[in-house]
């Protein structure tokens, strides 16, 4: 199984960075596929970035383009969300996924899950 860590959230001010990291265990890392997600307040789960495996091919959500950067680390058997020119809107727990294959946006379309990270930006 493939076991997912977060980390680098915390408080920052509006106009402010951030750049999380996503830990993975797994003999074969860079077989996965690995994704963002963010979960607002009140909000359901949704699909940030993603970053697929061998070449590293990047997509992300228009609310977050230009702005953050997914990247991969295969040898350091991490992922990483850069997060640039934050406003509050961005305030969410983010989660980073895994999976085999990537099927799509969807939450139920990814098989391995962190516990997620709190990032909170302040106005």
């Known amino acids: 199984q493939v076991q997912l860590v977060e980390s680098g959230g915390g408080l920052v001010q509006a106009g402010g960075s951030l750049r999380l990291s996503c830990a993975a265990s797994?003999?074969?890392?860079?077989?996965?596929?690995m994704g963002w997600f963010r979960q607002a307040p009140g909000k359901e789960r949704e699909f940030v970035a993603v970053i697929s495996k061998n070449v590293g091919i990047t997509s992300y959500a228009d609310s977050v383009k230009g702005r953050f950067t997914i990247s991969r680390d295969n040898a350091n058997h991490t992922v990483y969300l850069q997060m640039n020119s934050l406003n509050p809107e961005d305030t969410a727990v983010y989660y980073c996924?895994?999976?085999?294959?990537?099927?799509?946006?969807?939450?139920?379309?990814?098989?391995?899950w962190g516990q997620g990270t709190q990032v909170t930006v302040s106005s």
């Open positions: 996924a895994a999976d085999r294959y990537y099927r799509g946006t969807r939450c139920s379309e990814w098989d391995y």
């Open positions: 797994g003999r074969t890392f860079s077989s996965y596929a």
